[in-house]
């Protein structure tokens, strides 16, 4: 779906500071699950929404633990917390007005997910068998199932025309950004 992959470049900066980017990983994250519940907090009234977003908290939090494992027993700590510019230049892409924003959001959060899919994946084939090997490997199928779950809750709320329109112009613009990235030992 993605519109450009990511540059092998991007994985030698993560090989070269594997501890970084377990730090940048580990905030990822935690955001993830504050942002799934902020949709619980905004949209009450939607059911299906609200219990895909608990459980998919719930999971984020999960994989907070599962990477602050890894830190620990590096002997690294947690980061502050950094604005992480690609999230911010795709959230610039959601309109504003309440007959465009829940789609914006859901379909924003779905390309998120789906570049942690890829790079999750590519993280997990440069990895040497082991715990983290396959950590990285479950995240990756995580990132895929996550992307299918906003793309899911998108189709239930709108017209498929108006999805896929909105999609593409939203993969176009993600591309542009990663692009013009900084390459770094971060996820995004």
Request: net charge neutral; aromatic share 8%.
């Amino acid at each position: 779906m993605l519109r450009i992959s990511t540059p092998s470049e991007w994985l030698q900066r993560v090989a070269s500071d594997f501890g970084g980017f377990l730090v940048d990983h580990a905030a990822c994250e935690r955001k993830a699950s504050a942002t799934a519940l902020t949709f619980v907090s905004h949209y009450p009234d939607r059911g299906e929404l609200v219990s895909a977003m608990i459980q998919l908290a719930r999971e984020e939090l999960e994989h907070f633990q599962r990477v602050y494992q890894h830190i620990a027993a590096r002997g690294l700590r947690l980061g502050s917390d950094a604005k992480d510019l690609y999230v911010l230049k795709l959230r610039d892409q959601i309109r504003r007005g309440p007959a465009f924003y829940l789609m914006d959001r859901l379909l924003v959060a779905g390309v998120v997910e789906a570049r942690g899919c890829e790079r999750f994946g590519m993280v997990a084939d440069m990895l040497p068998p082991g715990s983290l090997k396959d950590l990285y490997g479950s995240l990756a199928w995580s990132e895929a199932h996550h992307h299918q779950l906003f793309l899911g809750l998108a189709r239930r709320y709108f017209e498929p025309s108006e999805i896929a329109a909105r999609l593409d112009t939203l993969l176009e613009a993600e591309a542009a950004i990663v692009a013009h990235l900084p390459l770094r030992p971060a996820l995004h």
